[in-house]
């Protein structure tokens, strides 16, 4: 079992940035992926950002170029940072956790950290 604790939203005005931080507790493999989904009212859930545990990082489209998606292994916790956002970047933002070192692991997902990007 993981368990994700997520924490870094809020209220951001447009063009402003935030920092998502997520934790990964529980049974971590050394071979994973982690990052981050969301969902904005009424669509469904979207990929924003992945890492592998080896750092290699994946973006949608909707923020590359103005994002970073970072981890610190020793912590079990990865980052997303989102600049220039925009009113669409609206959402509730998920992490999530999949173990790599078997085919048909489960993925895990957290409780979910809302940020509205509005003046």
């Known amino acids: 079992q993981v368990q994700l604790v997520e924490s870094g939203g809020g209220l951001v005005q447009p063009g402003g940035s935030l920092r998502l931080s997520c934790v990964a507790n529980?049974?971590?493999?050394?071979?994973?992926?982690m990052g981050w989904y969301r969902q904005a009212q009424g669509k469904q859930r979207e990929l924003v950002a992945m890492?592998?545990?080896?750092?290699?990082?994946n973006y949608a489209d909707s923020v590359r170029g103005r994002s970073t998606i970072s981890r610190d292994r020793p912590k079990n916790t990865v980052y997303l940072q989102i600049n220039s956002l925009k009113p669409e970047d609206t959402a509730v933002y998920y992490c999530?956790?999949?173990?790599?070192?078997?085919?048909?692991?489960?993925?895990?997902w957290g409780q979910g950290t809302q940020v509205i990007v509005s003046s």
């Open positions: 529980g049974s971590i493999s050394s071979i994973y992926n």
């Open positions: 999530t956790w999949r173990d790599l070192t078997y085919v048909g692991a489960p993925a895990y």
């Open positions: 890492i592998t545990s080896g750092g290699w990082p």
